[in-house]
């Protein structure tokens, strides 16, 4: 049953790719080089999506740096995180306890101790201007557990109307078996499109309730 649906879920990232892969993104913004590239390298997936906030970064950062399980959630769909066992619980507040974010701080997908441990090492912090989430541990060892070796990089520039333009580049290496090509671009896309874009749009709503 799995593997059907990793099949049916490859197709229709095949089919919506480039859609998917790019929303809210200016070609120019697709095609930068940004921070967290050099990280994975030759990237076997790719997205890049964005969206304008109207409020300033520093704003945007405090929502942005309480990310995480056991943090400030994903401010995405928590109900469907929860169906997996996640016990994600997106933020409405500004938490003044999670916003010393640091470079070599653990950022979790999943709760902490579950398998496969889903989780990012916070590699560069610039605030309020620059995260990139990278890999908790060696290519060599995320390859062999036939797991992905990724890089999260979150973005922000200030506009000429004092607005935020958050740029979100999310990148992977993984084993290039046909399961691994299925399960790690083709298949997570549809998901991955559909959690992020509502992450961006839950950032966006709460940064510019609270402004």
């Known amino acids: 049953m799995a593997s059907v649906a990793v099949a049916l879920g490859a197709a229709y990232g095949i089919l919506r790719w480039p859609a998917m892969t790019t929303w809210g993104a200016t070609p120019a913004e697709v095609e930068a080089t ?14 890049t999506h964005a969206v304008t906030i109207d409020t300033d970064p520093a704003r945007v950062w405090r929502w942005l740096v309480q990310l995480g399980q056991g943090r400030g959630g994903m401010y995405s769909y928590d109900w469907a995180e929860n169906l997996l066992g996640l016990g994600m619980q997106s933020a409405e507040r500004i938490d003044p306890e ?7 701080d653990v950022v979790r997908l999943v709760p902490e101790g579950a398998e496969p441990p889903l989780e990012f090492t916070v590699t560069i912090l610039e605030a309020p201007y620059l995260l990139v989430l990278g ?18 990089t979150f973005r922000l ?9 958050l740029v979100v580049r999310f990148q992977s290496d993984f084993a290039p078996t046909p399961m691994g090509w299925l399960a790690y ?5 549809p998901v991955h499109f559909v959690m992020e874009r509502k992450m ?12």
């Open 157 to 165: 520039s200030t506009l000429p109307d004092a607005g935020t333009r």
């Open 200 to 211: 961006l749009l839950g950032i966006k709503e709460r940064a510019e309730r609270v402004a």
């Open 185 to 189: 671009k083709y298949a997570l896309e």
């Open 98 to 104: 999670l916003q010393r974010l640091a470079v070599g």
């Open 135 to 152: 890999p908790n541990g060696s290519r060599e060892a995320a390859l062999a557990a036939g797991l992905p070796y990724p890089a999260w």
């Open 34 to 47: 940004m921070p967290g590239d050099e990280i994975v390298g030759d990237a076997k997936y790719r997205t």
